[in-house]
């Protein structure tokens, strides 16, 4: 069996880099310190024969290497993918974010009117992906849909109008051949900013029209921090297991609701609801926006 | 099998002048204060995608909107930048240039570049795996046309891939380019593997198989094209069954 190997990663193994650049003489560092270093050791841990790839749209990687990994078995290039994102916390990271001032001193409050500013969370996310005839009764769920779009306005900050988001968004539910009305669920990128969430909760307005209203979104971020290129897949892996187990985590720390941000947050508690189709969204550095849909399994 | 794409053009800039063991190509002018910070792989992505235009004869209105896909690779573009911010040569809004994504960032930006994207990172395999990514999206009509972006620079970091013999080829030749796919016909035969790596002119990591489209072009290999990489002991290959249109080998 070909199984690849596809992950997404913001950072990919810049701490191996500061490491090389302080000293270090040893050889595998300079190997591990190139993005793509923690793809190869996975895929030679696992014995992969298949592709090994790894992507990196910054904060949407982990959306990416989903795509990507469709991708792969779509065109017969593998028979099962591993796919998913990571990062890791350094000095690389903290003095970088720092830099742009989008870090908090305060809780995570997606979506709440004193929002301001994100904390970095570690995290892995990976799922195993196969064709529909071979993923047996065992599933978690199907990929149904995947949409990019680029921003092209700025190489740090997000198109004030969230046009990319939006127009990834469509692009999703097209690949997915669904209409907003199927969509329960949306797991959104929610990082709160004070400019992502208010960009977010427009776009999805506009791109899911009514429906919008009666859709119940959340964001992890505020419980387990912006985990960059993990952050799409850890949320992919959690739309599914919310169909699942019937239950929608909450977003921590939103309190009191910002009036541009009028949507149908899940707030305080998990909710006792078994969404079938979700669509998550991510925004990355670079003006990357990408959408995913996915089916709980039955 | 996918359907193999159309190659409309290709902009490909190969570094002449040997600094350090290295084939540089410098740091491109670019008139605008937008460029006065970016960093030299972002101006030789915008120099690549020139290039590209005036292989075509196209304008840039011709690529700007949603319709076209922008698909970047690099194995080791972004590590001059990341040295810069780690050494402290650079302030901290020099983080954003220390992302692999900024540089398609920079294209997409000056030329309205708004469609579907991803960026691979790894050497010719990434870049065969991203031409092949192309035709999956140019198949399914989710764009009308792909360019796949490729930028290798090495001349800030030379003394690190000194180090690193086994890992990369000499000599380091810089390089970017940036190939315009279309849909086409035929069909697209990609195959992966593992193997020892073969040996090349240069070492050019992901512009290696940009590097070989420009030479099969010029007809110094005949017969169909076939492009083939290796990194990290992995191979890759793409076959383009029947020539691509408008193509035939000299």
């Known amino acids: 069996m070909r199984v690849a190997v596809v992950v997404g990663t913001a950072l990919g193994g810049v701490e191996e880099g500061e490491k090389v650049l302080a000293g270090s003489r040893r050889r595998r560092r300079l190997r591990d310190a190139l993005y793509d270093g923690p793809g190869h050791n996975l895929a030679r841990w696992l014995g992969s024969r298949g592709p090994v790839v790894t992507v990196s749209t910054a904060c949407a990687s982990g959306a990416t290497a989903l795509a990507v990994g469709a991708e792969l078995l779509r065109r017969g290039e593998a028979d099962a993918v591993v796919a998913g994102g990571y990062d890791i916390l350094c000095r690389f990271v903290m003095r970088g974010f720092d830099a742009l001032r989008s870090m908090t001193r305060d809780e995570v409050r997606p979506f709440d009117r004193r929002r301001s500013g994100l904390l970095l969370g570690e995290a892995a996310a990976l799922v195993l992906l196969a064709r529909e005839r071979d993923a047996g009764p065992a599933r978690l769920g199907t990929l149904l849909g995947y949409g990019s779009a680029s921003d092209a306005s700025h190489i740090a900050a997000p198109d004030p109008d969230g046009r990319g988001l939006e127009r990834a968004i469509r692009a999703a539910l097209r690949d997915a051949d669904i209409g907003p009305d199927a969509v329960d669920f949306v797991s959104a990128h929610g990082t709160g900013t004070p400019l992502n969430d208010r960009i977010e909760t427009a776009v999805l307005k506009r791109a899911l029209g009514a429906r919008a209203y009666a859709i119940p979104v959340n964001s992890i971020k505020?419980?387990?921090?912006?985990?960059?290129?993990?952050?799409?897949?850890?949320?992919?892996?959690?739309?599914?297991?919310?169909?699942?187990?019937?239950?929608?985590?909450?977003?921590?720390?939103l309190e009191e609701p910002d009036p541009a941000c009028d949507l149908d947050y899940v707030t305080g508690e998990a909710r006792v609801l078994r969404p079938r189709i979700s669509l998550s969204t991510s925004l990355g550095f670079g003006g990357c926006n990408a959408a995913l849909v996915l089916e709980g399994a039955p | 099998m996918i359907t193999a794409p159309s190659i409309r053009a290709l902009g490909l800039l190969r570094g002449t002048a040997d600094r350090g063991g290295v084939l540089s190509l410098g740091r491109p002018e670019r008139e605008g204060d937008r460029f006065r910070r970016a960093s030299r792989e972002c101006l030789l992505a915008l120099a690549a995608v020139d290039a590209m235009l005036e292989d075509g004869v196209a304008s840039r209105a011709t690529i700007a909107g949603e319709r076209t896909a922008l698909l970047y690779v690099t194995a080791a573009a972004y590590v001059a930048s990341n040295r810069d911010f780690i050494e402290r040569r650079a302030g901290g809004t020099h983080f954003a240039y220390t992302a692999p994504v900024v540089v398609p960032a920079e294209v997409a930006i000056e030329f309205a570049l708004t469609g579907p994207y991803a960026i691979f990172l790894g050497g010719a395999p990434a870049t065969l795996r991203a031409m092949a990514h192309a035709a999956g999206l140019l198949e399914r009509d989710v764009c009308d046309r792909?360019?796949?972006?490729?930028?290798?620079?090495?001349?800030?970091?030379?003394?690190?891939?000194?180090?690193?013999?086994?890992?990369?080829?000499?000599?380091?030749?810089e390089a970017a380019g940036c190939l315009w796919l279309e849909r086409g016909r035929g069909e697209l035969g990609v195959e992966s593997g593992r193997g020892p790596r073969r040996s090349a002119p240069g070492e050019m990591l992901s512009c290696g198989p940009l590097a070989d489209l420009a030479d099969w072009r010029r007809g110094a290999q005949a017969g169909p094209l076939e492009l083939s990489g290796w990194w990290r002991g992995e191979t890759a290959r793409?076959?383009?069954i029947e020539p691509p249109a408008g193509e035939s080998a000299a």
Request: glycine content about 6%; aromatic content about 4%; hydrophobic content about 55%.
């Open chain 1, 222 to 253: 505020a419980s387990l921090g912006h985990t960059m290129g993990a952050a799409a897949a850890l949320e992919a892996i959690m739309c599914l297991q919310a169909s699942r187990h019937g239950l929608i985590p909450p977003t921590l720390h």
């Open chain 2, 146 to 173: 792909a360019l796949v972006l490729a930028v290798e620079i090495f001349e800030e970091c030379a003394d690190l891939y000194a180090r690193a013999p086994r890992l990369l080829g000499r000599p380091l030749v």
């Open chain 2, 238 to 240: 793409l076959a383009w």
